[in-house]
């Protein structure tokens, strides 16, 4: 993972590693765990708030920016049905969505992007206690499946609603309850993810838009941008590897 910038996609869980421009401001529907591999980063948040730090984690739905200050660093996206993001979710309640220098000094690099690789993420965060964590409602994992994999029609809310015999705004409400995001939040970043997940087949962009569902390279630009912050091709232009994992 040294000296290269990497993606790798698991099911509920992403990994970013490398070096990153800073980003605007943006907010996106995963949980993220931010980490400086070869210094401290800055971030940015709420009124005016900015710190300092070689560790960070931030809650779905959280406006911030984040500034690498020009150190290579590794970002972890959960899923908001992964277990890790569900176990987090009251302590982000607890200390409002933001929570600084929560990995333990891991004095190898090797040794943490080891852990990081391999999403073993309890032995850098102790706040991810082990403890039972409430199942996903079957109907919401249901919706899961279908906002994840493509689709040769777009499958509308109601479609998703009726798929589990709920009515549209009671699917709504459901899937927020569950999530933490909206439905909406979520399905632009679910098609940001898969779009990101073409890059494994062609490097080309206006490909990976097309694996998203997008209409179009522009409307893939934006969505990306809105998502994290930054433009596709400073981000994934320089990759050199992107790995998906079952």
Known sequence: MRATNTLTLATDKALYVGEIPATGW???????????????????????????????????????????CGETVALVYLEPDSHEARRLSLLFEQQGGVLLDVAVPVAARSTME????????????PCLARGEVPPLDARVAHSLLTLRHPQQVRVSRSGLAAGVQLSPSRFNHLFRAEMGVSL??????????????????????????????????????????????????SVLKPLRRVTLLG
């Open 26 to 68: 943006h907010c996106h529907a995963a949980a993220v765990l931010l980490m400086g591999l070869s210094g401290r980063f800055a971030l940015h948040w709420g009124a005016g708030r900015v710190e300092t730090c070689r560790s960070a984690l931030v809650a779905a739905g959280v406006e911030h920016v984040f500034d690498p």
């Open 184 to 233: 909406r939040s979520y399905r632009v970043w679910s098609q940001v993810r898969l779009a990101m997940a073409g890059l494994a087949v062609s490097p080309r962009l206006t490909d990976a838009a097309l694996h998203g569902e997008f209409t179009d390279s522009a409307h893939f630009s934006r969505m990306f941008r809105q998502t994290f912050g930054m433009t596709p091709s």
């Open 114 to 125: 080891g852990y990081l690789g391999n999403f073993d993420l309890p032995a850098l965060l």
